[in-house]
């Protein structure tokens, strides 16, 4: 993998600009993207605000003989007081216009910005990394939506490297989405991806392949006593598992298109020291997966077949494995969910007569069997690899407990409006949120997984990779086609305990 392109420190461009007395024009700029030297490039600049003295503003210019102003900051007063051209709160404010202006390319997020508060720049860390990756971020949605066709296919990759492959960038994602909240953190993802979703559109309508990393979209934190993973993917960049037909219709594949896979996976872990060794025990607290819109419900049944329309989870698997194991002694779990409860009953009968003359012999023989089967939607199991813990959730067919992502409905199911797939976001008995999504609690679903870890580990810092992959199913809801597919998304990410 190619490093990614050095990208220039906005930060610190900003914080070490020269006093206005000095500027030898009304404005001063940084290129901070070029696709080319032969081609134009993309410049930040600051400049006088209406020819004010004391007002000045950002902007975002793609630089052709004419500068063409692709986002504008808003305005901010110079400080007298203050040393620096920009000051803290200048800068705080700025980071908020870059916050805001991302918020707003979602199509559900406009003016819902009122629970966008930060605290005073100086108590908020590596500050200027989260202000960097937040200007980076609305530099990528300004060249997806805003950016002439001569600077976008350069510049996007460069920024989708950095992006992705920067480990500043990957940090920043962390400290920022902290900052903003879990609110706020959802709405951001659904910017970007929304972007994204439509990127990937325009590459496919020109024939052009384009792979967005996965990593970039999933993040990690471990505090005491808890792992949390979040994961945000457009469905649109999962991979294809297989799929009924390569031609879906229009209406279909825009409902299809337009959604995002958003997952959160906590487990409570804790450290029991043992006379003779350590217990290291993490429970199942939370799985969460859900199918959420990118766009409108009235764009959906405008253009989309409908909002129904849409993938499901038909499977999550978990592997959560120490990455240093030298002082790992065994590893234990609990049992899988139990098997579905099958009752068998029988009926016989057997009658025999003689028919009316020139007829043969009748000999009838009826033989009836009836069975019912009481079967869970959701089947939990864990399994053991080395050391390596496997969680596995299966949905399973309610009407011939197949596994679900990995067969296809048939067609009398496809047809029949009480199959236990038709209306399943409205059914008293649906395997799913009335939402799309699913929810697993470890009260239900697993109890815990212990490995026995030699006393040496004690006063260190253990490392563990979660891997992870989830599969997302589309059988037809209300809409009349025989279309279906399934896709899967991979993540892994590290977590750390403390052994004391």
């Known amino acids: 993998m190619a490093a990614p392109c050095a990208f220039p420190d906005i930060f610190f461009w900003v914080q070490n600009l020269p006093p206005i007395t000095e500027w030898k024009k009304n404005s001063m700029s940084l290129c901070i993207c070029s696709s080319s030297s032969s081609q134009p490039s993309l410049n930040l600049s600051i400049a006088k605000y209406n020819q004010s003295r004391t007002d000045l503003s950002f902007a975002i210019n793609a630089d052709f003989n004419l500068p063409v102003c692709l986002w504008t900051s808003k305005p901010f007063k110079l400080n007298s007081k203050s040393i620096k ?229 038909s499977r999550i698997s978990l592997q959560l494995t120490p990455t240093l194991q030298t002082n790992v002694l065994s590893l234990s779990v609990s049992k899988s969910s139990e098997n579905p409860t099958t009752e068998i009953g029988l009926e016989k009968s057997l009658e025999a007569g003689f028919d009316p003359p020139n007829s043969y012999f009748g000999l009838k023989v009826s033989a009836g069997e009836t069975m019912t089967v009481s079967l869970k939607p959701w089947k939990f199991e864990e399994s053991v690899n080395g050391y390596s813990a496997n969680l596995n959730w299966f949905l399973h067919d309610s009407t011939d407990g197949r596994e679900v992502f990995s067969s296809k409905p048939s067609k009398i199911s496809l047809v029949n409006p009480k199959a236990w797939f038709k209306d399943r976001y409205s059914s008293a008995y649906r395997p799913f949120t009335r939402q799309g999504g699913v929810v697993f609690a470890g009260d239900e679903y697993g109890e815990k997984v212990c490995w026995k870890v030699d006393k040496s580990a004690i006063g260190r810092t253990m490392e563990w990779e979660i891997r992870g992959w989830i599969w997302l199913t589309y059988w037809p809801n209300k809409h009349k086609t025989f279309y279906n597919e399934t896709r899967r998304l991979e993540f892994r990410e590290i977590v750390h305990l403390n052994i004391d």
Not at 213 to 225: D, H, M, V
């Open 85 to 313: 051209l920009i000051d803290e709160e200048t800068m705080s404010n700025l980071l908020v216009n870059f916050v805001e202006d991302v918020l707003q390319y979602g199509s559900n997020n406009k003016n819902n910005n009122s629970l966008l508060k930060f605290p005073k720049l100086n108590s908020i860390p590596n500050f200027k990394d989260i202000f960097n990756f937040s200007f980076l971020t609305l530099l990528f949605l300004i060249c997806i939506y805003e950016a002439p066709q001569d600077l976008r296919s350069g510049c996007l990759s460069t920024l989708k490297n950095h992006l992705a492959n920067n480990c500043q960038s990957r940090q920043a994602t962390k400290l920022l989405m902290k900052l903003l909240g879990s609110n706020l953190e959802e709405q951001w993802m659904r910017s970007l991806n929304l972007a994204i979703t439509n990127w990937i559109i325009e590459h496919q309508t020109s024939h052009r392949s384009l792979k967005t990393p996965s990593p970039l979209f999933s993040y990690a934190l471990s505090t005491s006593g808890l792992w949390k993973v979040h994961l945000y993917c457009p469905v649109i960049a999962m991979d294809v598992e297989n799929s009924s037909n390569p031609s879906v219709d229009e209406r279909l594949q825009f409902s299809l298109t337009y959604n995002q896979l958003e997952g959160v996976i906590q487990f409570n872990y804790k450290v029991v020291i043992q006379e003779r060794w350590v217990d290291v025990i993490v429970n199942t607290d939370n799985i969460r997966c859900d199918i959420i819109r990118l766009v409108s419900e009235a764009l959906m049944n405008e253009r989309g077949a409908g909002a129904a329309e849409k993938h499901f989870p």
